[in-house]
C-alpha cells in the first residue's frame, strides 16, 4: 500500500544549526503538507504546498521555515536557524487532489534541538 | 476562531465495550470531518471522514456530525484490546490545500 515516508526518523541538532527534513509523498498525490505536534500538544498545521508553492501557511511558519519540491518525488522542510522550542515531531502528509480531503501522513522525524 | 476541542481523556472501558469519543468546533466554515488513530510516536493514521452532517459507518466504527451544533462523534463497537490509542479528531473547510484543524486527541485505553 503506498505510503508517506520520512526520513530521518529522528534527528539531534544544537541550537542556531539548519535543519532539512525529507518527506517522499505518496506518487500520485498533489498537494503536500507539513505538521508539527510539540509533547503533548495538537498536531499543528504549518503550510501547504501545491503546483510548486506554497498554497497556505500558517503563523507558526515564519521566515525560518522553508520548504522546497526539489525534484518529481520529494518535500522538504527547512528550519535555518533550530531553536529550542523546535524541538517536537514533525509530520509531512499529502492528499490526492483538490476535492478529496483525505490526508495521508507520514510516520514523522522526531526533531530534538539541544 | 479555528478550533477544535476534544477531552483528551484518557478514556478506560472493558473489552467489548461501546466507545464513544466526541469533539466540538467553533469554524462554522468547517466541511470536512476527519477521525485519525495515533499510536505512540508514530503519525496519525485516518480512520473515517465525513462531510458535512450525518453518518458514516466502516466495520465497528462510525462517524457522526451535528452541523447545527458543531459537534462531532465517533463510536466503536465491540472494542478491542488492539483499539487502545489516542485519537484525534481534525476538521476543515475542504478548499484545496487548506490544512487540517486538530483536537488535542483523547487517549482510549480498551482493558482485556
Known amino acids: 500500500e503506498p505510503e508517506v515516508t520520512q526520513t530521518p526518523s529522528h534527528q539531534v541538532t544544537q541550537m542556531g544549526q539548519e535543519v532539512i527534513l525529507r518527506c517522499v509523498p505518496i506518487?500520485?498525490?498533489?498537494?503536500f503538507y507539513w505538521y508539527r505536534q510539540i509533547l503533548g500538544q495538537k498536531v499543528e498545521f504549518l503550510v501547504s504546498f501545491y503546483n510548486n508553492e506554497i498554497s497556505e501557511k500558517s503563523e507558526i511558519f515564519d521566515d525560518q521555515f522553508s520548504v522546497e519540491r526539489p525534484d518529481g518525488s520529494n518535500f522538504t522542510l527547512k528550519i535555518r536557524s533550530t531553536k529550542l522550542e523546535d524541538s517536537a515531531m514533525y509530520f509531512c502528509?499529502?492528499?490526492?487532489?483538490?476535492?478529496?480531503?483525505?490526508?495521508?501522513f507520514g510516520q514523522g522525524t522526531r526533531l530534538t534541538v539541544v | 476562531q479555528k478550533e477544535v476541542e476534544q477531552d483528551p481523556g484518557p478514556l478506560s472501558v472493558p473489552e467489548g465495550a461501546i466507545v464513544s469519543l466526541n469533539c466540538t468546533y467553533s469554524n462554522s466554515a468547517f466541511q470536512y470531518f476527519m477521525w485519525y488513530r495515533q499510536y505512540s510516536r508514530k503519525g496519525p493514521e485516518l480512520l473515517m471522514y465525513?462531510?458535512?452532517?450525518g453518518n458514516k459507518e466502516d466495520g465497528r466504527f462510525t462517524a457522526q456530525v451535528d452541523k447545527s451544533s458543531k459537534y462531532i462523534s465517533l463510536f466503536i463497537r465491540d472494542s478491542q484490546p488492539s483499539d487502545s490509542a489516542t485519537y484525534l479528531c481534525?476538521?476543515?473547510?475542504?478548499?484545496?490545500?487548506?490544512?487540517?484543524?486538530f483536537g488535542k486527541g483523547t487517549h482510549l485505553i480498551i482493558q482485556p
Open positions: 465525513t462531510y458535512s452532517s
Open positions: 481534525a476538521a476543515n473547510s475542504g478548499g484545496g490545500a487548506d490544512g487540517l484543524t
Open positions: 506518487s500520485n498525490h498533489l498537494y
Open positions: 502528509a499529502s492528499k490526492i487532489g483538490r476535492l478529496n480531503t483525505e490526508a495521508f
